[in-house]
């Protein structure tokens, strides 16, 4: 039934529990698991960067933590095809961008932020769910 599903995880243990649900059915689907994690950078902002002249500044350190993290998530899974991906921004919007992209069936998100000032103020799991052009399972993790 699913064939490509992409899960977003920031390394904490709300996300293991999605990233583990994700690999679930990813193998009962045979499918391939795209990881996701997504940083809100401050390209421009007193970070340094190409800009300032500082080769490695914010922007590039943020996202070699985040390849790291996703290199460290994807060896604890066996038996599954992972492919790893950062990208930066607005991370629901980078989320469903993303699952457009590579033509997802699934994406799968953590319930984080759905409950409190987030849920008014507008969470990851919800603006996925009303965006979303696939499939979203959104796992209880809190």
Do not use: W
Not at 21 to 34: E, F, K, Y
């Amino acid at each position: 039934m699913f064939s490509t599903i992409v899960v977003g995880t920031d390394g904490s243990d709300t996300a293991a529990v999605a990233v583990s649900m994700a690999a679930q059915i990813a193998r009962q689907n045979a499918a391939t698991l795209h990881l996701l994690s997504v940083s809100r950078l401050a390209a421009g902002v007193g970070g340094g960067g190409l800009a300032s002249g500082d080769p490695v500044g914010g922007d590039a350190l943020l996202k070699l933590a985040a390849d790291r993290m996703l290199e460290k998530v994807a060896r604890q899974i066996e038996g599954l095809d992972v492919v790893t991906h950062t990208e930066s921004g607005a991370p629901a919007t980078a989320i469903v961008r993303y699952a457009d992209e590579i033509g997802a069936d699934l994406i799968v998100v953590g319930s984080k932020g759905m409950q409190g000032k987030r849920r008014i103020i507008g969470s990851v799991p919800n603006t996925v769910a009303h965006n979303a052009g696939c499939h979203v399972l959104i796992v209880k993790t809190t």
